[in-house]
């Protein structure tokens, strides 16, 4: 069964995108997609890098409770349906639970279409997500993603994006099977410092795409 977001978040997000009936989807983000000036703090983080991963990896949501909310982001705005929380699994438990994929897919599914309405099935959107650097095999944000697209009836594009390295913060990808489509929904399973998603953001600028930010959790 497919969450209710809570009227507070939604109507929030409704007055951020209340152009959401116009098209293309650049006057879609109109609202959503100027450049915020906020620093990351995180973003070189020099010695406190190794501190932060660990960190990272600790941290817990008890996904019991949903919390819709847009949050800016490496100067991107970014939708999620949770916040971490004080109890609950860890993001490491979350990833290798099978059954944690159709409730991440479904929850984020429903606030998609929430927030793109009908413009969803005009045509031209495709869901897209980062690059596999640790979980090569088995890759969580991939396996929702894969079945965000199938919800939603849209395309889903694997590895658009190509990490040389392991690393999470100060990176750059490559490109890599660049989508057709010029509406994108980037996706993520969590978000901490935003480095990821502000690396695919500066790879697929330059191909003239139009992106909008989803994650499952907001890890701060």
Request: a neutral charge.
């Amino acid at each position: 069964m497919l969450f209710e977001p809570s009227i507070q978040d939604v109507s929030t997000m409704s007055e951020s995108l209340e152009n959401i009936n116009t098209s293309p989807l650049s006057d879609i983000l109109h609202s959503i997609d100027q450049p915020i000036l906020r620093k990351d703090l995180l973003a070189d983080a020099g010695p406190r890098k190794a501190w932060h991963a660990n960190s990272a990896e600790l941290a817990r949501c008890d996904l019991s409770e949903e919390h819709c909310h847009m949050f800016p982001k490496v100067g991107l705005r970014v939708m999620a349906v949770w916040r971490r929380s004080v109890k609950g699994p860890t993001l490491a438990e979350i990833k290798e639970d099978d059954e944690k994929i159709p409730l991440f897919a479904s929850r984020v599914a429903h606030l998609i279409g929430s927030v793109l309405g009908q413009n969803l099935h005009a045509g031209g959107f495709a869901i897209v997500t980062t690059p596999r650097r640790r979980h090569k095999q088995r890759n969580f944000a991939c396996l929702v993603a894969q079945d965000i697209a199938r919800r939603l009836n849209i395309p889903y594009h694997e590895d658009v994006a190509i990490a040389k390295t392991k690393q999470r913060i100060g990176v750059d990808f490559a490109p890599g099977n660049i989508p057709p489509e010029y509406n994108l929904i980037v996706f993520d399973d969590f978000v901490t410092t935003g480095s990821t998603l502000g690396a695919m953001n500066r790879l697929l600028a330059p191909f003239g795409k139009n992106c909008i930010y989803f994650v499952g959790v907001n890890n701060q």
